[in-house]
């Protein structure tokens, strides 16, 4: 088994988390920037390659979310060393991301794929504007986008949940 180039654009994001998380923690806004940039580049990048050279896989599947959610959650951390949000914010952020992977799971098993919906993916541009303005040290901007990502985060949310519910997904 060989690891496609899809794969490779995904793995590149993982490493430049430990850089990510030392330019922001090291004040260099500039560079945390360039950085958190390259890491939402590629992001839409790894999908793209991945349907192009028709190369989707149940790895890429699974790893590109676990990527995206070690990022959110790593990044966030440092804001929280650097006081820019509270911890809080991470948990709220963190608990909803638990909880629809859960039900997106338990669905999985009856049968049922539930895709993204157009308001996660509308919370995920807004959460990934709120990093870029965080790791640039416009904290305020990027304080206010991140609670209006966690109100989107939640709506959505409740999308998944209607579907679990619907399907009567817990008998």
């Given at each position: 088994m060989s690891i496609g180039l899809a794969n490779l654009i995904t793995l590149?994001?993982?490493?430049l988390i430990p850089f990510i998380i030392y330019s922001i923690l090291a004040d260099n806004y500039?560079?945390?920037g360039l950085l958190v940039i390259l890491a939402i580049l590629s992001d839409y990048l790894d999908g793209i390659v991945a349907r192009i050279s028709n190369d989707v896989t149940k790895h890429g599947e699974l790893l590109d979310p676990a990527?995206?959610?070690?990022?959110?959650?790593s990044v966030l951390t440092a804001f929280v060393s650097k006081h820019y949000?509270?911890?809080?914010?991470v948990f709220l952020i963190v608990s909803r991301e638990m909880l629809v992977t859960w039900v997106r799971s338990v669905m999985v098993n009856k049968g049922v794929v539930i895709p993204a919906f157009s308001l996660?993916?509308?919370k995920t541009a807004i959460q990934l504007s709120a990093i870029f303005l965080?790791?640039?040290n416009f904290v305020d901007y990027g304080r206010i986008l991140l609670w209006f990502s966690i109100l989107v985060a939640y709506i959505s949310a409740f999308e998944y949940f209607m579907i679990f519910y619907k399907e009567k997904a817990w008998k």
């Open positions: 590149s994001r993982l490493a500039f560079l945390s990527v995206d959610k070690i990022f959110t959650v949000i509270s911890p809080f914010e996660g993916k509308l965080l790791a640039i």
